[in-house]
T-cell receptor, first 113, second 113 residues
Framework: AQSVAQPEDQVNVAEGNPLTVKCTYS??????LFWYVQYPNRGLQFLLK????DNLVKGSYGFEAEFNKSQTSFHLKKPSALVSDSALYFC???????????WGAGTKLIIKP | DGGITQSPKYLFRKEGQNVTLSCEQN?????MYWYRQDPGQGLRLIYY???????QKGDIAEGYSVSREKKESFPLTVTSAQKNPTAFYLC????????????FGNGTRLTVT
């Protein structure tokens, strides 16, 4: 079965430090992978996607993600965290049987000043 | 300014009543989606529509109904048959194509007592 896992419910990082939010996936075939961010009581916003090509994908707000096929991972990263990065982050993978997204449970990122 | 509008932001209903959530987009997107979000869970797909006058059930369609009479509009009705309707409901839209990101509205928080 196809699935996405975000192993950490919450990640705490000090402002200015690098951050990583983890995502692993299980799909048949080549994965289409996405990261979204959700601020409180708002909808989700698209950050970045991996379809093919370079394993390091750059997205909005200084975020990037590294696709690792052998580890079936797509971790979200940022070199220097901001307090305003505090939010809920979702990883998703395209289910190629119906082209809908399979979502991880989300990781709450807290950046402390 | 293009986007997706969900209304109302908050909705309160008594158990046994049907309620309709509005979703309108002016992005000229073909596809529209309804998701349900519960704390600690990823998004779960209720219904989606890839073209006017056509829609498909998602993973949790029971107790919900939709219509897609216009490209811009995709209202969701939560019926009295939905056993646990209290949740945050998100509408999204996208261009056709399996690597197109979703654009989300800001959600409707439904409370049924």
């Amino acid at each position: 079965a196809q699935s996405v896992a975000q192993p950490e419910d919450q990640v705490n990082v000090a402002e200015g430090n690098p951050l990583t939010v983890k995502c692993t996936y299980s799909v048949s075939g080549n994965p289409y992978l996405f990261w979204y961010v959700q601020y409180p009581n708002r909808g989700l916003q698209f950050l970045l996607k991996y379809i093919t090509g370079d394993n390091l994908v750059k997205g909005s707000y200084g975020f990037e993600a590294e696709f690792n096929k052998s580890q079936t991972s797509f971790h979200l990263k940022k070199p220097s965290a901001l307090v305003s990065d505090s939010a809920l982050y979702f990883c998703a993978v395209r289910d190629m049987s119906n082209y809908q997204l399979i979502w991880g449970a989300g990781t709450k990122l807290i950046i402390k000043p | 300014d293009g986007g997706i509008t969900q209304s109302p932001k908050y909705l309160f209903r008594k158990e046994g009543q049907n309620v309709t959530l509005s979703c309108e987009q002016n992005l000229n997107h073909d596809a529209m989606y309804w998701y349900r979000q519960d704390p600690g869970q990823g998004l779960r797909l209720i219904y989606y529509s890839q073209i006017v006058n056509d829609f498909q059930k998602g993973d949790i369609a029971e107790g919900y109904s939709v219509s897609r009479e216009k490209k811009e509009s995709f209202p969701l009705t939560v019926t009295s048959a939905q056993k646990n309707p209290t949740a945050f409901y998100l509408c999204a839209s996208s261009n056709a194509g399996d690597n197109s990101p979703l654009h989300f509205g800001n959600g409707t928080r439904l409370t049924v007592t």
